[in-house]
């Protein structure tokens, strides 16, 4: 009876350390992947350039606000002659 509780504690012993060896594994593996995935990212967006058309798109906002700068101008000018 003495040696077969040894030999279920050993057996616990190397299933704990198992199971220790694969969760720190896993985490390890999950946070290279993490590591990969980030640095993924920051090179994709320092690596693509915006194309011609998104820079020298027309801003609606700006071209709005010019048109309206522009009639109150008009109408100031108006109002002064």
């Known amino acids: 009876m003495d040696r077969l509780k040894t030999i279920l504690a050993l057996i616990a012993v ?7 060896l694969a969760v720190i594994g896993f985490f390890y593996y999950v946070l290279l992947f993490g590591l990969i ?10 690596l693509i350039k915006p194309g011609l058309r998104q820079i020298d798109a027309p801003d609606p906002n ?6 309206k700068r522009t009639l109150e101008d008009y109408k100031r000018k108006r109002l002064l002659k």
């Open 62 to 67: 700006r071209d709005r606000m010019k048109v």
């Open 14 to 20: 190397i299933l704990v350390a198992v199971v220790a």
């Open 37 to 46: 995935c980030l640095a993924t990212v920051i090179v994709v967006r320092f």
